[in-house]
């Protein structure tokens, strides 16, 4: 069974500054997703990043990058000039990408992250 | 952009009653995801439909029960509530299960309080 661990239940980062949350995970198989959710106060449940585990480039979107190292099975978030509006709940979900389990996200159990001005 | 709209956005019951959750997705998606997050938990993957057949099934306890109609609208139905339904449910959506550079959009979700 696949497992997704975030060893760093809260971090906390000045505003305009650099941050990377970690997340490993477990895993048999060879093609699957990996993604990081972010979760503000609100509770709305939005997309940060995407990777494809086929891919060796490592994803990037704006102020947020990846850092894939598939051997390693390892998976951080970097999240450069930190913003306040960057405090929320991070998770780092897996993805299984080959046929009758797509859609079985499997998150860890968050990070806490707050950006203090 | 249209987003993955959900209602309805709170629902209060009490315990042995029950609750219809919906999920419109995004338009043009085929396939939506239900998940439950308790408190302080991370979300648990409940059950998938991709054009409107079951597709996967997780931890979704037998007195829930889901569907996914001919529009690609998405119920949930959830029978005799306990106090431990009480939760946070999220649907999803994405187009053609999950294809490559296709991506699963969470709705703003429901939040069930059972009483």
């Known amino acids: 069974a696949q497992t997704v661990t975030q060893s760093q239940p809260e971090m906390s980062v000045q505003e305009a500054e650099t941050v990377t949350l970690s997340c490993t995970y477990d895993t048999s198989e060879n093609n699957y997703y990996l993604f990081w959710y972010k979760q503000p106060p609100s509770r709305q449940m939005i997309l940060v990043i995407r990777?494809?585990?086929?891919?060796?480039q490592n994803a990037t979107e704006n102020r947020f990058s990846v850092n894939f190292q598939k051997a390693a099975k390892s998976f951080s978030l970097k999240i450069s000039d930190s913003q306040l509006g960057d405090t929320a709940m991070y998770f780092c979900?897996?993805?299984?990408?080959?046929?009758?389990?797509?859609?079985?996200?499997?998150f860890g159990k968050g990070t806490k992250l707050s950006v203090k001005p | 952009a249209a987003g993955v709209i959900q209602s309805p956005r709170h629902l209060i019951k009490e315990k042995r009653e029950t609750a219809t959750l919906k999920c419109y997705p995004i338009p043009r998606h085929d396939t939506v995801y239900w998940y439950q997050q308790g408190p302080g938990q991370d979300p648990q993957f409940l059950i998938s439909f991709y054009e409107k057949m079951q597709s996967d099934k997780g931890s979704i306890p037998d007195r829930f029960s889901a569907q996914q109609f001919s529009d690609y609208h998405s119920e949930l139905n959830m029978s005799s509530l306990e106090l431990g339904d009480s939760a946070l449910y999220f649907c999803?959506?994405?187009?053609?299960?999950?294809?490559?550079?296709?991506?699963?959009?969470f709705g703003s979700g429901t939040q069930l309080s059972v009483l």
């Open positions: 990777q494809e585990a086929y891919k060796q």
């Open positions: 999803a959506s994405s187009l053609n299960g999950l294809g490559q550079n296709e991506k699963l959009f």
């Open positions: 979900a897996f993805m299984t990408a080959n046929g009758g389990s797509q859609g079985n996200l499997i």
